[in-house]
Each structure stands twice: as structure tokens, then as C-alpha cells.
């Protein structure tokens, strides 16, 4: 369990877990962790709060499994950088990516000042 926390950094709660009975990882991916779980370990950030209670990126340690760059403390990809804080999943830079974003029918723009323009002469 102490690894999972790690990797998402909040091993801070390790203490409050376990004085809370939470001691095996399968059990809190099998059951989850409830605001009034949170409550009684003494998670306070609503950042915290989401992670734990979605149980991120856990999967990787459920059933004795450990994931690939846990062990060795080096960032392996975005996936050992979790960005989930505070709600931010950062699916709004990707819709600007695509094109689908503001800024599309901007050369049409250009095109209407120009002619208004010529219009004034």
C-alpha cells in the first residue's frame, strides 16, 4: 500500500490508513474509500480527497502487483506524474490540439476586414 502512495504521492496518509484499519491494498480497490473514510483518516485537500477516492492508479498494486517504475524511483512516462489535482485532468489542452478549439475560421475573419476596406474608397 505504501508503494501505491508513493508513486501517487500522498504517503502522507500512509499513518491515518492504518490507524483506520485500511492496512491491504486489496481491500481499499475492492471496497473503496468513502468522505467518511476520508473524513476519519484526516484527508483534508479536495485533491487528495479525489485521488484516494477514485482509487488512482491503483491497479497497478492490486493482487501483489507492483507497477513497472514503482520500484525503481524514476519517472518512467506521464503516467509516474499524476495530474490529477484539484479536478484538473488536462483534457482541455487537447481539444485545441485537434483543431476543434477556438481560432478556427479565423482566415475568413481577415478576409471580411479586407474587403470592408476596399469598400471605403
Known sequence: ??????RIGLQEHFIG????????????????????????IGVQLAGH???????????????????????TGEAGGPEDKPQLEDGDS???DEDDEDGSGSGSGS????????????DSD
Open 90 to 92: 488536462g483534457d482541455e
Open 17 to 40: 490508513l492504518l490507524k483506520q484499519g485500511f492496512d491491504d491494498i486489496d481491500f481499499i480497490a475492492r471496497v473503496g474509500l468513502s468522505d467518511t473514510d476520508l473524513d476519519a
Open 107 to 118: 482566415g475568413s475573419d481577415e478576409e471580411d476586414e479586407d474587403e470592408d476596406e476596399d
Open 49 to 71: 480527497r479525489k485521488k484516494l477516492s477514485t482509487l488512482y492508479l491503483v491497479e497497478g498494486y492490486v493482487n501483489g502487483a507492483s507497477a513497472p517504475s514503482a520500484n
Open 1 to 6: 500500500m505504501l508503494d501505491w502512495l508513493n
